[in-house]
Protein backbone atom coordinates (compact mmCIF):
# COMPACT_ATOMS: atom_id res chain seq x y z
CA UNK A 1 0.00 0.00 0.00
CA UNK A 2 0.66 3.89 -0.26
CA UNK A 3 1.18 4.35 3.33
CA UNK A 4 1.96 2.72 6.46
CA UNK A 5 -0.44 0.09 7.35
CA UNK A 6 -1.53 -0.97 11.14
CA UNK A 7 -3.57 -4.05 12.60
CA UNK A 8 -6.11 -4.67 14.28
CA UNK A 9 -7.16 -0.99 13.79
CA UNK A 10 -9.31 -1.68 17.50
CA UNK A 11 -8.61 -4.46 19.92
CA UNK A 12 -9.92 -4.95 23.35
CA UNK A 13 -8.51 -7.64 25.36
CA UNK A 14 -8.69 -8.74 29.16
CA UNK A 15 -6.30 -8.14 31.66
CA UNK A 16 -3.61 -10.62 31.83
CA UNK A 17 -3.80 -11.18 28.29
CA UNK A 18 -1.27 -11.08 25.94
CA UNK A 19 -1.87 -8.92 22.52
CA UNK A 20 0.05 -8.71 19.29
CA UNK A 21 -0.15 -4.98 17.03
CA UNK A 22 1.33 -5.60 13.66
CA UNK A 23 3.22 -2.85 11.29
CA UNK A 24 3.59 -2.86 7.74
CA UNK A 25 5.41 0.05 6.40
CA UNK A 26 5.95 2.19 3.76
CA UNK A 27 7.60 0.28 1.13
CA UNK A 28 11.31 1.17 0.93
CA UNK A 29 11.69 2.53 4.62
CA UNK A 30 14.80 1.35 6.42
CA UNK A 31 13.29 3.12 9.52
CA UNK A 32 10.46 2.01 11.92
CA UNK A 33 9.14 3.32 14.84
CA UNK A 34 6.54 2.14 17.42
CA UNK A 35 4.80 5.31 19.91
CA UNK A 36 2.23 5.12 22.14
CA UNK A 37 0.00 7.95 23.08
CA UNK A 38 -2.33 7.59 26.34
CA UNK A 39 -5.69 9.21 25.99
CA UNK A 40 -5.05 13.17 26.09
CA UNK A 41 -1.09 12.72 26.12
CA UNK A 42 1.65 13.33 23.75
CA UNK A 43 3.52 10.81 21.91
CA UNK A 44 5.95 8.32 23.67
CA UNK A 45 8.45 6.64 21.69
CA UNK A 46 8.70 3.19 22.82
CA UNK A 47 11.38 1.42 19.80
CA UNK A 48 13.36 2.23 16.53
CA UNK A 49 14.24 -0.17 14.17
CA UNK A 50 17.04 0.88 11.15
CA UNK A 51 17.73 -1.43 8.94
CA UNK A 52 19.85 -3.94 10.31
CA UNK A 53 21.38 -2.13 13.30
CA UNK A 54 20.18 -3.25 16.80
CA UNK A 55 16.89 -2.12 17.96
CA UNK A 56 16.88 1.52 20.06
CA UNK A 57 14.79 0.29 22.82
CA UNK A 58 15.60 2.70 25.06
CA UNK A 59 11.49 3.72 25.44
CA UNK A 60 10.31 0.15 25.82
CA UNK A 61 8.26 0.77 29.23
CA UNK A 62 8.57 -2.88 30.75
CA UNK A 63 9.59 -6.10 29.77
CA UNK A 64 6.13 -6.80 28.97
CA UNK A 65 6.80 -4.87 25.89
CA UNK A 66 8.94 -6.66 23.14
CA UNK A 67 9.10 -5.90 19.17
CA UNK A 68 10.50 -7.76 16.53
CA UNK A 69 11.24 -7.00 12.91
CA UNK A 70 11.45 -8.86 9.80
CA UNK A 71 14.42 -7.40 7.72
CA UNK A 72 13.03 -4.08 6.33
CA UNK A 73 9.47 -5.00 6.56
CA UNK A 74 6.86 -5.99 9.23
CA UNK A 75 6.64 -5.42 12.50
CA UNK A 76 5.12 -6.63 15.56
CA UNK A 77 4.86 -5.17 18.86
CA UNK A 78 4.08 -7.85 21.70
CA UNK A 79 2.41 -6.50 25.13
CA UNK A 80 2.32 -9.77 27.46
CA UNK A 81 0.20 -10.04 30.33
CA UNK A 82 -1.43 -6.63 29.53
CA UNK A 83 -2.69 -3.96 32.47
CA UNK A 84 -5.01 -1.47 32.21
CA UNK A 85 -2.85 1.07 32.05
CA UNK A 86 -1.59 -0.02 28.90
CA UNK A 87 -4.78 0.93 27.10
CA UNK A 88 -3.64 3.77 24.48
CA UNK A 89 -3.19 3.84 20.44
CA UNK A 90 -0.19 2.27 19.47
CA UNK A 91 1.41 4.10 16.88
CA UNK A 92 3.75 2.99 13.85
CA UNK A 93 6.14 5.24 11.50
CA UNK A 94 8.36 4.95 9.05
CA UNK A 95 10.60 6.64 6.91
CA UNK A 96 14.21 6.29 4.92
CA UNK A 97 15.54 6.40 7.67
CA UNK A 98 18.18 9.66 6.70
CA UNK A 99 18.77 12.39 8.98
CA UNK A 100 15.54 14.53 8.34
CA UNK A 101 13.92 12.65 6.04
CA UNK A 102 10.11 12.79 6.95
CA UNK A 103 8.58 10.28 9.40
CA UNK A 104 5.01 8.50 8.19
CA UNK A 105 2.68 7.45 10.58
CA UNK A 106 0.04 4.86 10.42
CA UNK A 107 -3.11 5.88 12.03
CA UNK A 108 -2.62 3.61 14.97
CA UNK A 109 -4.04 0.16 16.91
CA UNK A 110 -6.53 1.57 19.17
CA UNK A 111 -5.85 -0.98 22.48
CA UNK A 112 -8.53 -1.03 25.49
CA UNK A 113 -7.74 -3.39 28.76
CA UNK A 114 -10.68 -4.03 30.60
CA UNK B 1 19.96 15.57 25.39
CA UNK B 2 16.81 17.05 23.34
CA UNK B 3 13.45 18.44 24.65
CA UNK B 4 10.76 20.12 22.74
CA UNK B 5 8.06 22.44 24.92
CA UNK B 6 5.10 23.58 23.46
CA UNK B 7 3.09 26.46 25.51
CA UNK B 8 -0.43 26.05 26.19
CA UNK B 9 -2.01 22.66 25.99
CA UNK B 10 -5.24 24.15 24.26
CA UNK B 11 -5.51 27.13 22.28
CA UNK B 12 -8.73 28.77 20.98
CA UNK B 13 -9.47 31.58 18.58
CA UNK B 14 -11.79 32.38 16.40
CA UNK B 15 -12.74 31.88 12.38
CA UNK B 16 -10.44 34.11 10.57
CA UNK B 17 -8.03 34.86 13.48
CA UNK B 18 -4.40 34.53 13.47
CA UNK B 19 -3.64 30.60 14.78
CA UNK B 20 0.13 31.01 16.69
CA UNK B 21 1.28 27.80 17.95
CA UNK B 22 4.72 28.03 20.17
CA UNK B 23 7.47 25.33 19.79
CA UNK B 24 10.35 25.48 21.93
CA UNK B 25 13.30 23.13 21.90
CA UNK B 26 16.37 22.28 23.79
CA UNK B 27 19.09 21.19 22.18
CA UNK B 28 22.94 20.94 22.58
CA UNK B 29 22.79 21.50 17.84
CA UNK B 30 19.88 22.78 16.12
CA UNK B 31 17.90 19.83 15.40
CA UNK B 32 15.73 19.22 12.52
CA UNK B 33 12.03 20.29 12.81
CA UNK B 34 8.58 19.20 12.69
CA UNK B 35 4.86 20.30 12.96
CA UNK B 36 2.05 17.60 12.63
CA UNK B 37 -1.10 17.58 13.02
CA UNK B 38 -3.73 15.14 13.86
CA UNK B 39 -7.02 15.24 13.20
CA UNK B 40 -9.74 13.76 15.54
CA UNK B 41 -9.14 9.74 15.76
CA UNK B 42 -6.89 9.61 13.05
CA UNK B 43 -2.83 9.40 12.43
CA UNK B 44 -0.44 11.65 12.58
CA UNK B 45 0.20 14.13 9.45
CA UNK B 46 2.99 15.94 8.64
CA UNK B 47 2.46 19.87 8.21
CA UNK B 48 6.36 21.37 7.39
CA UNK B 49 9.51 20.55 8.59
CA UNK B 50 12.70 22.54 8.51
CA UNK B 51 16.11 20.93 7.59
CA UNK B 52 18.18 23.35 6.13
CA UNK B 53 17.74 26.79 4.08
CA UNK B 54 15.41 29.17 4.58
CA UNK B 55 14.03 29.53 7.74
CA UNK B 56 10.71 30.55 7.18
CA UNK B 57 8.65 27.18 6.40
CA UNK B 58 5.75 27.17 4.15
CA UNK B 59 3.21 23.85 5.42
CA UNK B 60 0.21 22.36 3.93
CA UNK B 61 -2.90 24.23 4.39
CA UNK B 62 -1.79 27.37 4.72
CA UNK B 63 0.53 27.01 7.47
CA UNK B 64 3.98 28.22 7.71
CA UNK B 65 6.62 28.18 11.04
CA UNK B 66 9.95 30.33 10.73
CA UNK B 67 13.07 28.33 12.84
CA UNK B 68 14.41 31.06 14.88
CA UNK B 69 18.29 29.75 16.02
CA UNK B 70 18.57 32.69 18.71
CA UNK B 71 15.38 32.14 20.37
CA UNK B 72 15.19 28.22 19.86
CA UNK B 73 11.97 28.53 18.80
CA UNK B 74 9.88 27.01 15.91
CA UNK B 75 6.28 28.55 16.48
CA UNK B 76 3.33 27.56 13.87
CA UNK B 77 1.45 30.26 12.52
CA UNK B 78 -1.90 30.60 10.00
CA UNK B 79 -3.31 33.81 9.29
CA UNK B 80 -6.68 33.11 9.28
CA UNK B 81 -8.10 29.90 10.88
CA UNK B 82 -10.80 27.80 9.69
CA UNK B 83 -13.00 25.56 11.31
CA UNK B 84 -11.51 22.79 9.47
CA UNK B 85 -8.27 23.74 11.20
CA UNK B 86 -9.55 22.06 14.85
CA UNK B 87 -7.09 19.42 15.44
CA UNK B 88 -4.06 18.69 17.51
CA UNK B 89 -1.10 19.88 16.50
CA UNK B 90 2.62 18.80 17.47
CA UNK B 91 5.98 19.94 17.38
CA UNK B 92 8.67 17.64 17.24
CA UNK B 93 12.06 16.98 16.63
CA UNK B 94 15.22 15.01 15.37
CA UNK B 95 18.83 14.93 15.76
CA UNK B 96 21.08 16.37 13.33
CA UNK B 97 23.38 13.84 12.02
CA UNK B 98 26.01 14.73 9.33
CA UNK B 99 25.18 13.93 5.97
CA UNK B 100 23.93 10.19 5.34
CA UNK B 101 23.44 9.22 9.32
CA UNK B 102 20.89 7.86 10.65
CA UNK B 103 18.00 9.54 12.00
CA UNK B 104 17.09 8.37 15.30
CA UNK B 105 13.55 8.61 16.84
CA UNK B 106 11.25 11.89 16.79
CA UNK B 107 10.88 13.68 20.15
CA UNK B 108 7.46 14.89 20.74
CA UNK B 109 5.87 18.04 22.47
CA UNK B 110 3.23 17.51 24.96
CA UNK B 111 0.72 19.06 21.75
CA UNK B 112 -1.55 21.53 21.70
CA UNK B 113 -4.88 21.45 20.82
CA UNK B 114 -6.49 23.72 18.85
CA UNK B 115 -10.27 25.08 18.85
CA UNK B 116 -11.76 27.15 16.40
CA UNK B 117 -15.11 28.96 17.59
CA UNK B 118 -17.79 30.23 14.44
Known amino acids: GAGVSQSPSNKVTEKGKDVELRCDPI?????LYWYRQRLGQGLEFLIYFQGNSAPDKSGLPSDRFSAERTGESVSTLTIQRTQQEDSAVYLCASSLGYSGNTIYFGEGSWLTVV | AQSVTQLGSHVSVSEGALVLLRCNYSSSVPPYLFWYVQYPNQGLQLLLKYTTGATLVKGINGFEAEFKKSETSFHLTKPSAHMSDAAEYFC????????????????FGKGTKLSVKP
Open chain 1, 27 to 31: SGHTA
Open chain 2, 92 to 107: AVSLRMNYGGSQGNLI
